[in-house]
């Protein structure tokens, strides 16, 4: 007999696989990490964008269209939604807090963001067989 407390071993890959995720919060969690790629991908962007903003404005004293300057409002408000995305996903995927902080701080450092999206995906896609 085997204990149902513990998952089962898939013999090629000696991973346990995720028999003890049940399916609504496997769909869950899919449809959390799908709106956190997407936030993760466009706070990226906008960081990028205003940091080309500020080194062309700042260090080399370029003249800035007037409509640069909603850059960094945007970027703000994308960052909220980022950090609500990270959170979203942490509750569902039952993150440490720890864990939540360092992802939503990948949102403030530039190319950051797109590293940590990457990392949290596959995690993510491993722990619940998402693929």
Same mark, same amino acid.
């Given at each position: 007999m085997t204990d149902p407390?513990? $998952?089962s071993v898939n013999a090629s890959t000696s991973n346990p696989l995720p028999s003890h995720?049940? $399916?609504d919060r496997?769909?869950?969690v899919a449809?959390? %990490?799908s709106l956190f790629s997407v936030m993760a991908?466009?706070?990226g962007? &906008? %960081?990028i964008a205003l940091v080309v903003r500020m080194v062309c404005q700042y260090v080399l004293n370029m003249e800035i269209p007037d409509w640069a300057k909603y850059i960094a409002i945007v970027h703000g408000w994308v960052y909220i939604a980022y950090v609500a995305s990270v959170m979203n996903l942490g509750m569902k995927a039952l993150w440490p &807090?720890?864990?939540i902080i360092l992802t939503a701080l990948a949102g403030v450092v530039p190319f950051f963001s797109f590293f940590m999206e990457s990392k949290r995906r596959r995690e993510v896609q491993r722990e619940f067989a998402l693929l």
């Open positions: 407390s513990v $998952p995720v049940h $399916p496997q769909s869950r449809s959390a %990490l991908w466009i706070t962007m &906008f %960081l &807090f720890g864990k």
